[in-house]
C-alpha cells in the first residue's frame, strides 16, 4: 500500500464532534499501521490524542502520545512538529500551560524551518492563547502575517480563527471598536467559506462587541436571528441564551430576560469546562433568572 491510497487526516476532522472523529481516525488506523507510512501512522495518533483532549480525556491523550513516542524515529519531521502540538494542546486544556509553552515553541520553529506554514500558524496561535495580552496580539500578528502570505491554502484557512482570538485579546482590553473590526473581518471571511457553525460563532462575537460598545439594541437582533437559526436547525445555544438574556436586561427589560438566562443556566452547567471554570458567570446566570 502507498501513500497515494492513505485518506487525508485533516478532511475528516470534525471539530463539533470529538467523539464521531475519533471512531472515525480509528477506523483507518489499521490501515495507516498496514501501510508501513510511520510518519502518516504517526500524525494519525497524534490527532486521535487531540480528540481525546477535546473530550477532557487528559490520561488517555497523553497515553495515545506516549505510542507516538515509540514511532518519531522513524517518522516524519511534520510528524514530529504534530506531536509536539498536540502534547502541548493536551497540556494546557488540563490546567498545565507553563509546560505546553515549549513545546508550542519548539513546534513553531521546527515548522518554520521546514515549510510548514499550516503547522507553523497552529504553534503561533497556540503561544499565543498562553501568553499575556502583549504577547497575545505580538504572537497572534505573527501567526496572521505567515498566514496572509503563504501559498499554502490550509495556512491561510486560519486567518478567521486568527482574527476572532485577536479580537478577543482587545475585547479583554476594553479597546471594542478594534475588536469590532476584528471580528467583523472574521465574519465576512465565514460568510464567503460557508459554513454555517463558524459563522454562528463570528455572527455572536460581532454581537458581543456591539454591546460592549453600547450598540445594545443592534447586538439584541444579531442574537435574536441567530436563536432564530439554532432553531431551525434543530439546535440550541447557551451562550445565544446568555446573551439575550444580557441584552434585554441591559435594555431594563428584566422580566423577558429571564427565561434566557434560565435556559443560558440549564445548557452551561451541562458544559465541564464551563462548570469547572466559570463559576461566576453560572451563579450570575442562576441569580438573574429567578
Request: hydrophobic share 40%.
Amino acid at each position: 500500500m502507498t501513500s497515494t491510497n492513505l485518506p487525508d487526516i485533516d478532511a475528516l476532522w470534525n471539530f463539533d464532534d470529538s467523539g464521531a472523529t475519533e471512531v472515525r481516525f480509528r477506523e483507518i488506523l489499521p490501515q495507516a499501521i498496514e501501510s508501513g507510512e510511520r510518519g502518516f501512522h504517526a500524525e494519525l495518533l497524534t490527532q486521535i490524542a487531540r480528540t481525546q483532549g477535546l473530550q477532557r480525556q487528559f490520561a488517555d491523550a497523553h497515553n495515545t502520545l506516549d505510542r507516538v513516542l515509540d514511532i518519531l524515529p522513524q517518522a516524519t519531521i511534520r510528524a514530529r512538529i504534530r506531536y509536539l502540538l498536540e502534547r502541548g494542546r493536551v497540556l494546557n486544556s488540563a490546567g498545565e500551560p507553563e509546560n505546553a509553552r515549549p513545546l508550542f515553541m519548539e513546534a513553531w520553529e521546527l515548522a518554520r524551518a521546514n515549510g510548514e506554514d499550516n503547522l507553523a500558524v497552529d504553534a503561533a496561535h497556540m503561544v499565543a492563547i498562553i501568553e499575556q495580552p502583549e504577547q497575545q496580539i505580538e504572537w497572534n500578528r505573527r501567526a496572521m502575517e505567515l498566514a496572509e502570505s503563504s501559498p499554502d491554502p490550509m495556512a491561510r484557512k486560519w486567518l478567521a480563527s486568527l482574527y476572532n482570538n485577536l479580537g478577543w485579546t482587545y475585547h479583554d482590553r476594553r479597546d471594542y471598536k478594534e475588536a469590532l473590526d476584528l471580528f467583523q473581518k472574521a465574519q465576512r471571511l465565514r460568510e464567503e467559506r460557508g459554513q454555517a457553525g463558524p459563522l454562528r460563532i463570528a455572527k455572536w462575537a460581532v454581537a458581543r462587541a456591539l454591546r460592549s460598545l453600547g450598540r445594545t439594541e443592534e447586538a439584541l437582533r444579531i442574537q435574536q436571528d441567530l436563536k432564530a437559526e439554532h432553531k431551525a436547525a434543530g439546535t440550541d445555544d447557551g451562550y445565544v441564551e446568555e446573551e439575550l438574556g444580557e441584552c434585554l436586561y441591559s435594555l431594563g427589560r428584566a422580566a423577558e430576560a429571564k427565561p434566557h438566562f434560565a435556559e443560558a443556566y440549564r445548557l452551561l452547567t451541562a458544559d465541564p469546562w464551563v462548570a469547572e471554570n466559570e463559576l461566576q458567570r453560572i451563579e450570575r446566570l442562576r441569580t438573574l433568572a429567578e
